[in-house]
């Protein structure tokens, strides 16, 4: 059994080998050796610059669908693992990213850069009620509640700190 740091080979293909593995660790960016969730919020940048050019309602449509296809993805992940929320598991970093983005859609490069700090503050930090969620939520809805929420949290600031800035 693995424990929530390091990944066995074995289990780095068995990630890689089905689509709930492949999407779980954020497309391979939660297989970095160190700081998977960073690298993850930074991967989750990449389909966000396509994503920001959507209207909000279908920006909000993805993020619905990525969070369902993600409870299901972080769950059978997880279990091939045989850990809850094993670090290398990053899709909660996408989705939680492209929450805190949302203030931003189409504001200038700097707010994006600010969203990302603030997601991976909230993220690492954990106030309340992220750290309850992430201690007692397990499963699949687990690995991606906390993070959903850290978006949130991320997504208000940075919408208060843009609206007070232009």
Not at 99 to 104: K, S
Request: hydrophobic share 60%.
């Amino acid at each position: 059994m693995s424990d929530r740091k390091t990944l066995t080979a074995a289990q780095r293909r068995a990630l890689l080998a089905t689509p709930a593995g492949w999407l779980a660790c954020g497309f391979g960016s939660g297989l970095a050796p160190l700081a998977q969730g960073t690298f993850g919020s930074l991967a989750a940048i990449l389909p966000w610059l396509w994503l920001r050019h959507l209207p909000l309602p279908l920006n909000l449509l993805v993020i619905v669908i990525g969070f369902a296809i993600g409870v299901w993805a972080c769950d059978a992940a997880g279990r091939a693992l045989r850990v809850d929320d094993h670090r290398s598991l990053v899709w909660d970093e996408f989705i939680g990213q492209w929450i805190a983005l949302l203030p931003v859609l189409l504001a200038p490069w700097w707010t994006v850069v600010a969203g990302f700090v603030l997601f991976r503050l909230f993220d690492v930090w954990k106030p309340w009620p992220i750290r309850w969620l992430d201690r007692h939520l397990k499963g699949g809805l687990g690995v991606m509640v906390d993070d959903v929420v850290a978006g949130v949290f991320a997504a208000a600031v940075l919408w208060l700190f843009v609206r007070l800035l232009t």
